[in-house]
T-cell receptor, first 114, second 111 residues
Framework: NAGVTQTPKFRVLKTGQSMTLLCAQD?????MYWYRQDPGMGLRLIHY???????AKGEVPDGYNVSRLKKQNFLLGLESAAPSQTSVYFC?????????????FGPGTRLTVT | GENVEQHPSTLSVQEGDSAVIKCTYS??????FPWYKQELGKGPQLIID?????GEKKDQRIAVTLNKTAKHFSLHITETQPEDSAVYFC??????????FGAGTTVTVRA
């Protein structure tokens, strides 16, 4: 049982390049989330999904897109990376409403945009 | 949207002493308040949570208190140990899954 895994662990991009971060969970969770963590700002929700095929905007969605084609995977895309997107990105998952509210986090992806 | 403020940003305590972290929130409709612990190089992990119909909750050396009238909640760690050194985040939510996090508190337990 691997829990929540994220690929890649580290990445360096040049301004304007694109990339996709992959999140996978093996706990059969309905809900999945993408956060970014910046010094002194805690974790901020980028996008989230309440089930396969659904996505919704969080607190800071601009510059990012997501897809949830399979229940176990949640992809975060950066179409044209900017230095302001330098951050540590965390994926999380949880059971649906009516069950445990605990969010399980992955180990993070450290992204640097130069 | 919800705004969560967390204090202090850093906290250094002697091993065996208590640590207290305080958070305030702005949305009076928030009803779920979890606390997460993040160790170096890892993702956050839930350590305790409380709902708005409860004033206090304990789990061994950890306790959380909630004052809905004042819109603030606190984490109390007693008999601190070296393994308590980490970054702690409070959060608030009105629907259980969209969490608004505080900025975090770095706790250092001195041996």
């Amino acid at each position: 049982n691997a829990g929540v895994t994220q690929t890649p662990k580290f990445r360096v991009l040049k301004t304007g390049q694109s990339m996709t971060l992959l999140c996978a969970q093996d706990m059969n969770h309905e809900y999945m989330y993408w956060y970014r963590q910046d010094p002194g700002m805690g974790l901020r929700l980028i996008h989230y999904s309440v089930g396969e095929g659904t996505t919704a905007k969080g607190e800071v969605p601009d510059g990012y897109n997501v897809s949830r084609l399979k229940k176990q995977n949640f992809l975060l895309g950066l179409e044209s990376a900017a230095p302001s997107q330098t951050s540590v990105y965390f994926c999380a998952s949880s059971y649906g409403v009516g069950s445990s509210y605990e969010q399980y986090f992955g180990p993070g992806t450290r992204l640097t945009v130069t | 949207g919800e705004n969560v403020e967390q204090h202090p940003s850093t906290l250094s305590v002697q091993e065996g002493d208590s640590a207290v972290i305080k958070c305030t929130y702005s949305d009076s409709a928030s009803n779920y308040f979890p606390w997460y612990k993040q160790e170096l190089g890892k993702g956050p992990q839930l350590i305790i949570d409380i709902r708005s119909n409860v004033g206090e909750k304990k789990d061994q050396r950890i306790a959380v208190t909630l004052n809905k009238t004042a819109k603030h909640f606190s984490l109390h760690i007693t008999e601190t140990q070296p393994e308590d050194s980490a970054v702690y985040f409070c959060a608030a939510s009105r629907n259980d899954y969209k969490l608004s996090f505080g900025a975090g508190t770095t706790v250092t337990v001195r041996a």
